[in-house]
């Protein structure tokens, strides 16, 4: 598991690189497309497109994205992190830097004239979340960036708990400690499936997020 947003962004860069990106168009519905992320720092990360697209529009136009990236040759074995945040556009000066750690672009827009129509933006302030499908029990993680406040999102056992194990017996990844009385989930394994929260005769477990 990594540790801050920086980790996670480095191995977003670096190992996964192409993301499945979602903003939201005129009419306010859903719209997805691949882009690569290009760099990372601390709070941030970078990628470029063209002023051309309608994805540039959509991003003036809302300042905001959501993203999801997969790596895995199949389901179990696969690392996914999503990301979530604000996005501003920068303009041509990053692109001499984005280019050339990502060399690959100079095929693409191989001249300076072609290179003209592009423009940098940055994932400036948001929230992510790591989930590793590879680890036994699996595997999460929530963070922010950028000065976000991080969403709590999950169950949780509350002292209303009877301490019968029902919770225990339903939940796919025996991520409850049902050695202590309320019981105790822990969020670091649980796929947040809502099994505890349906099967509680006393309604113990309560909806966070």
Known sequence: M????????????????????????????????????????????????????????????????????????????????????????????????????????????PTEASRSALTVFQIYAGSGEWFDLSKKPIERASFAFGGATQAQEGYLVTDQCIGCGACETKCPQKCIDISQIPARISQTHCIRCGNCFEICPVGAIEKIG
């Open 2 to 109: 990594k540790s801050c947003a920086r980790d996670y962004f480095a191995y977003l860069v670096k190992e996964i690189h192409t993301t499945i990106v979602a903003t939201v168009d005129e009419n306010n519905l859903p719209v997805t497309c691949a882009v690569d992320m290009m760099d990372c720092d601390d709070d941030s990360l970078y990628f470029l497109t063209a002023r051309g697209k309608s994805l540039y529009q959509r991003l003036k136009n809302r300042a905001y994205l959501s993203l999801t990236a997969l790596k895995g040759d199949d389901t179990m074995s696969s690392v996914a992190l999503s990301v979530s945040g604000k996005v501003r556009e920068l303009g041509e000066a990053p692109l001499k830097k984005l280019f050339e750690k990502n060399p690959y672009m100079f095929e693409i827009y």
